[in-house]
């Protein structure tokens, strides 16, 4: 299978099916075609992004003790790893020309976010949500369509999102085994792991791909986009060791732990 062939099936199958199956073992990256960004990915009717402020909101911590809304959280999250997942994709068609082993890397952070996606909603089965009974929104797809670059998508989804789910995986892991759901409570804990190396792997590339002349925290903060900013990518309780296993520096652990002041 070509990465381009693996790429295009994310996003132009409407199957949940197709999107989370992963790319097959012996998956070449010779023709990586021309750059294309498109504007929606394909989803089943029932996963199409709804209006602007139509999808539920994440259930407070305290709420959690409802079975109803700790699969609304899953659901939620559910929606925000399938979304990581075809932003990865659309990557990988808008900008054909990026380091060949930037793409390389990038089938194993997609794998983990297929295999996120399939807890999330397996999970908010089993709480008795079917995936795709609440309407779903189109935040992290819609940031994707303002990357100009590589860095730009380096600093927001690696750094940003996935950074902040440094410290959010935990607040939720502590929340759902608050409400006795050590299940729930483990999964967010095994997805904790993973977001480790994929900031991680973005950090990595951030720095192979920046201006020599700038820090890691300037290349960071040049490659944001308005609304977006240094203290989204943290939460309530900021995790310094889960920092420190990314490889970020004292220095940028330490502005980031100062970004919401």
């Known amino acids: 299978m ?10 132009l199958s409407e199957s949940l099916d197709e999107k989370l199956a992963r ?8 023709r990586p075609g021309e750059a294309w960004r498109p504007e929606q990915p394909a989803r089943s009717k029932e996963l199409r992004f709804a209006a602007r402020r139509t999808s539920p909101t994440m259930p407070k ?8 809304k ?5 659901h939620i999250m559910a929606n925000h790893e399938l979304q990581a997942l075809e932003v990865m994709a659309w990557v990988l068609v808008a900008f054909p020309d990026a380091p060949a082993e930037f793409r390389r890397g990038m089938i194993d ?12 909603v397996e999970r908010a089965a089993a709480l008795g949500l079917r995936f795709g009974e609440l309407p779903v929104n189109c935040y992290i797809w819609r940031k994707a369509q303002q990357f100009d670059n590589v860095l730009d998508y380096l600093a927001t989804l690696p750094l940003v999102f996935e950074g902040a789910n440094l410290d959010h995986t935990l607040e939720f892991a502590a929340s759902f085994e608050q409400a006795g759901d050590e299940r729930s409570a483990a999964i967010l804990r095994a997805i904790h792991h993973d977001e480790i190396h994929h900031v991680a792997f973005g950090l990595e590339w951030l720095r192979k791909l920046k201006s020599p002349e700038q820090s890691d925290w300037q290349a ?6 308005w609304p977006l900013r240094p203290e989204k990518a943290r939460g309530d309780v900021f995790q310094i060791e ?3 296993a990314t490889g970020m520096s004292e220095e940028f652990i330490e502005q980031l732990a100062g970004a919401s002041q």
């Open 2 to 11: 070509e990465l381009r062939e693996f790429a295009e099936r994310i996003l």
């Open 23 to 30: 790319a097959a073992r012996s998956w070449t990256d010779n």
């Open 61 to 68: 911590p305290g709420a959690f003790k409802d079975v109803k």
């Open 70 to 74: 700790r699969a609304i959280a899953h």
């Open 109 to 120: 952070v997609m794998a983990d976010e297929q295999r996120h996606t399939r807890l999330h």
């Open 220 to 225: 960071f903060q040049s490659h944001l986009k």
């Open 242 to 244: 889960a920092r420190r």
